[in-house]
């Protein structure tokens, strides 16, 4: 079945440094591909998505790009902040849309001042 | 935005007790809900799909006698795990599909951790 997986940590790392979390997938199909953040104390939120081969996804300085060929959606930010401390999810969907999700492990970030 | 409160945030209870978890979508109405467990270093799983007046479809390995769900309003889902045992124990998490609409249709709740003593 289709399946993520996903650098694990937690990871600290310190402010205006350089993010990458790594993900991969498994799928039958063609996949749309997510990467989901929750913040403490807070529901799981949209951070981007891919519907397709060769798509970037950005949003608050993250990008993520949509790679058929090595089937991978690692996330990158070039300098984190202390905020964007939380945990991040990549997850995908095999149906086009994202309801029925396939998550990862989650991965949490701690960065500090 | 859109908002999914889900209560209680965690709960403690003893072994062979039952525990009700609630899942509102608080500015929009929801046909759909979808509820997830996740254990200590492991994936979120998807359990069970909750439908608004209907039956809620349960994936494969999930004992729907065991994780009753309730889908009542347009609003509302319950998840109601009964005579919990210590197995249980783990992080649940709710989502609710937001119709109709254009843009992002999916909002999660804050999740639930149980604990089962």
């Known amino acids: 079945g289709d399946s993520v997986t996903q650098m694990e940590g937690p990871v600290t790392l310190s402010e205006e440094a350089f993010l990458t979390i790594n993900c991969t997938y498994t799928a039958t199909g063609y996949p749309s591909l997510f990467w989901y953040v929750q913040y403490p104390g807070e529901g799981l939120q949209l951070l981007l998505k891919?519907?397709?081969?060769?798509d970037k996804g950005s949003n608050k300085g993250f990008e993520a790009t949509y790679r058929k060929e090595t089937t991978s959606f690692h996330l990158e930010k070039g300098s984190v902040q202390v905020s964007d401390s939380a945990v991040y999810f990549c997850a995908l969907s095999d149906w086009g849309g994202s309801e029925k999700l396939v998550f990862g492990k989650g991965m949490k970030l701690t960065v500090n001042p | 935005g859109a908002v999914v409160s889900q209560h209680p945030s965690w709960v403690i209870c003893k072994s062979g007790t039952s525990v009700k978890i609630e899942c509102r979508s608080l500015?929009?109405?929801?046909?759909?809900m979808f509820w997830y467990r996740q254990f200590p270093k492991q994936s979120l799983m998807l359990m069970a799909t909750s439908n608004e007046g209907s039956k809620a479809t349960y994936e494969q390995g999930v004992e729907k006698d065991k994780f009753l769900i309730n889908h009542a309003s347009l609003t509302l889902s319950t998840l109601t795990v009964t005579s919990a045992h210590p197995e249980d124990s783990s992080f649940y998490i709710c989502?609710?599909?937001?119709?109709?609409?254009?843009?992002?249709?999916?909002?999660f709740g804050s999740g639930t951790q149980l604990s089962v003593l």
């Open positions: 891919a519907t397709k081969a060769d």
């Open positions: 500015d929009f109405q929801a046909t759909t």
């Open positions: 989502s609710a599909r937001k119709d109709p609409g254009s843009g992002e249709k999916l909002f």
